[in-house]
């Protein structure tokens, strides 16, 4: 059975919640950690158990792993309107300041999935940590896009759940279809995080020549291709991979979704050493 730890760290005043899994003894001479980055709010609950399953698989193959919830968020002490991109960021740097406790002579991998990922860009900008590699999956890099896509799948959710939708929600989509949600499938959004969101475009994520990238997008992402040629074109140490999986980020489980892909592990696992 393989082996875990939960922890609290970072500072008295903003400790979060993580859980670490050191790399198997007799899988030992691996000098690679891995730190993952999760998704916000609906994202990261329904990709909860993937981490948990891609940790357990990487530590089983000698990497140690920390995966944690950002303050206000999973078990980590705070409240969701406490939420934002630049204490989430330093949330990160703390979890890497851990796992390079933990793990001192290691090479630390981030893998950020969505808004993680965003956060992990933000982070690595920062200069505070440094990761020797970035794997960033389907990265959030317009804001106002992304805060749209929550508020449709949102008012869907309230269409399907309720014998009688509350029309309101659907009107106020037509009417504003640019508005920032204060709430979306069940997790406020604070108003710090509204305004960051609304701000967030490509040109705010430069990457940095000191990470080496892998971008992981969906076959269809064409902002996402652009945003990695654009780095690309800057002499950024960045490559994008097309990846195409069964894991819907915002949906329940249903016969097209996986709540574990099998080939999303491997993908991630595999970013590792390509």
């Given at each position: ?82 939420g ?44 505070r940590?440094?990761p ?88 269809d992402?064409?902002r ?51």
């Open positions: 059975m393989t082996r875990f730890e939960p922890i609290m760290f970072g500072p008295a005043s903003r400790q979060v919640f993580g859980v670490f899994h050191p790399a198997e003894e007799d899988r030992g001479g691996n000098d690679t950690a891995v730190l993952l980055c999760p998704p916000f709010g609906q994202e990261g609950l329904r990709t909860h158990r993937f981490f948990k399953v891609l940790a357990e698989r990487l530590s089983r193959s000698g990497i140690a792993t920390l995966r944690f919830d950002f303050y206000g968020s999973g078990d980590s002490p705070g409240e969701e309107v406490e934002e991109l630049d204490g989430w960021r330093r949330d990160l740097c703390s979890a890497h300041e851990e796992l390079r406790r933990r793990v001192p002579a290691a090479s630390i991998v981030w893998i950020g999935a969505r808004l993680g990922a965003t956060v992990a860009v933000l982070a690595a900008r920062g200069g940590c440094d020797v590699r970035l794997v960033l999956w389907e990265p959030v890099i317009d804001g106002r896009r992304y805060a749209r896509l929550l508020r449709e799948q949102h008012v869907a959710a309230i269409d399907t759940t309720f014998c009688i939708p509350d029309l309101a929600w659907r009107r106020d989509l037509v009417q504003e279809p640019e508005a920032i949600p204060h709430e979306a499938l069940g997790t406020l959004l604070s108003p710090a995080l509204r305004a960051q969101l609304a701000a967030l475009v490509p040109e705010s994520l430069p990457l940095t020549a000191l990470h080496d990238t892998l971008v992981l997008a969906g076959p992402d064409e996402t291709a652009q945003w990695a040629a654009d780095q690309q074109s800057r002499h950024m140490p960045v490559r994008l991979a097309y990846f195409s999986h069964q894991l819907d980020w915002t949906s329940d489980p249903y016969p097209n979704s996986a709540m574990v892909p099998a080939d999303a592990l491997n993908r991630l696992q595999g970013a590792l050493h390509e």
